[in-house]
């Protein structure tokens, strides 16, 4: 018999596929929608200290092979969204999606998620175009290991960070995430990107540049882990460019013990998970894998 049940940075999941940080998880409703739709977890949008509008549109595009957005982490701000963890967290995993600027901002908002009842914290090390956070902050590795130590010291959950493909110092970053006890790593976030008008002559986004997501980036993601694979002890959370059981795959032999859809709830439906999960199965089945941690990381053996 074959088991999708798979345990990742202290979390233990029924199903391996969550819910990607900045799709169908701004609300409590859609939240829940995805938990009942097959998703093992849902990432919340990511949550910051106030509320904040994002950048003015266009700030949305959809490109050959996937999307380019620069949303500037619109979201009510971390009071408001009690509202909506109170409405997701009784139906099933929430994992708490977190942005700052400093490890105060980082560690005060862990806190909150906590009480809020989230079962880890996710922290945004990596948005590539929004001023002062995200990848400003997680492509240094003294201040991503400030960060980690402080959430750490903050909450007794789990704590992920989310690391950036658009750095050559991958490797160092999440090294620095290990060190200071982190508990999982989630790779990547989108890749810096930009689209041009030419009959307005003019970058498309409001930004001016964006962060690339979908197909286009899986290969990208998949070398990733791999190469975090093989120099970090911690588990690790695939994502980038999933749209079917194969891309899913593909990331867990490559070293993911779950992994995360975001692009492909848009391209292929809310019943992505319940494919892919079904597709998992006969795979597993055909070859022989029990489980999903007989199939993590096999593609380095
Ligand atoms: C955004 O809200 O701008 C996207 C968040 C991210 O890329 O991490």
């Given at each position: 018999m074959v088991s999708l049940k798979t345990e990742v940075g202290g979390v233990i999941l029924e199903r391996p596929g969550m819910v990607a940080s900045g799709i169908m998880d701004e609300t409590g409703p859609s939240m829940v929608r995805m938990l009942e739709n097959g998703a093992g977890a849902v990432v919340t949008k990511s949550v910051g200290l106030s509320p904040n509008a994002g950048h003015a549109n266009p700030?949305?595009?959809?490109?050959?092979?996937?999307?380019?957005?620069?949303?500037?982490?619109?979201n009510p701000g971390i009071d408001l969204f009690k509202e909506e963890m109170d409405v997701a967290v009784p139906k099933g995993k929430i994992v708490g999606s977190?942005?700052?600027?400093?490890?105060?901002?980082?560690?005060?908002?862990?806190?909150?998620?906590?009480?809020?009842?989230?079962?880890?914290?996710?922290?945004?090390?990596?948005?590539?175009h929004a001023k002062g956070y995200g990848m400003e902050v997680g492509t240094d590795p003294t201040m991503v290991k400030a960060i980690v130590s402080s959430v750490k010291d903050a909450v007794s959950i789990p704590v992920w960070a989310k690391l950036t493909p658009n750095t050559h110092i991958l490797a160092d970053i999440g090294r620095a995430v290990?060190?200071?006890?982190?508990?999982?790593?989630?790779?990547?976030?989108?890749?810096?990107?930009?689209?041009?008008?030419?009959?307005?002559?003019?970058?498309?986004?409001?930004?001016?540049?964006?962060?690339?997501s979908g197909a286009a980036v899986k290969p990208v993601g998949v070398r990733a882990?791999?190469?975090?694979?093989?120099?970090?002890?911690?588990p690790l959370i695939g994502v980038g460019g999933i749209s079917d059981w194969r891309d899913a795959a593909e990331y867990i032999m490559a070293g993911a013990s779950a992994f995360q859809v975001g692009s492909a709830i848009g391209t292929v439906g809310i019943d992505v998970f319940d494919r892919i999960n079904k597709g998992l199965e006969e795979f597993m089945s055909d070859y022989g894998y029990q489980s999903i941690s007989s199939m993590v990381g096999v593609a380095h053996e």
């Open positions: 700030c949305f595009m959809e490109v050959t092979s996937g999307y380019v957005n620069a949303m500037g982490l619109p977190i942005y700052g600027a400093t490890p105060e901002d980082f560690s005060t908002l862990a806190g909150r998620m906590e009480d809020y009842g989230a079962c880890a914290v996710e922290l945004n090390l990596s948005c590539p290990q060190d200071a006890g982190g508990d999982a790593v989630v790779a990547i976030n989108t890749l810096k990107a930009m689209v041009i008008s030419p009959e307005f002559a003019r970058p498309v986004l409001s930004n001016k540049f964006g962060g690339l882990i791999y190469d975090l694979r093989t120099v970090l002890d911690i």
